[in-house]
């Protein structure tokens, strides 16, 4: 399975937003994924800034005055936000 695939999958089994880390853990655990490089977290948050657009995942973070807070950056499927979008 694919990272977006995978990531869909989680986010719509767990209904709430998730960090790339906790989408990764989630879907090793589940064995949807099974990533062969030294960096599968930083895989799939590349994936999902790339795809952020695409209608179907969506960032939720609390602002900063240039970018996100630190720590704050979580994905959720679009139209389940719970939480501030930027």
């Known amino acids: 399975m694919r990272f977006m695939e995978a990531a869909v999958v989680v986010l719509r089994t767990f209904g709430r937003p998730m960090t790339a880390r906790e989408i990764v853990d989630a879907a090793v655990e589940r064995e949807l994924l099974r990533p062969s490089g030294r960096t599968p977290v930083a895989t799939m948050s590349a ?3 790339r795809h952020a657009n695409d209608g179907v995942i969506e960032r939720v973070a609390t602002p900063g005055p240039a970018r996100a807070v630190r720590g704050t950056v979580r ?12």
């Open 47 to 49: 994936q999902l800034y």
């Open 75 to 86: 994905w959720n499927l679009v139209g389940e936000t719970r939480g501030r979008r930027t």
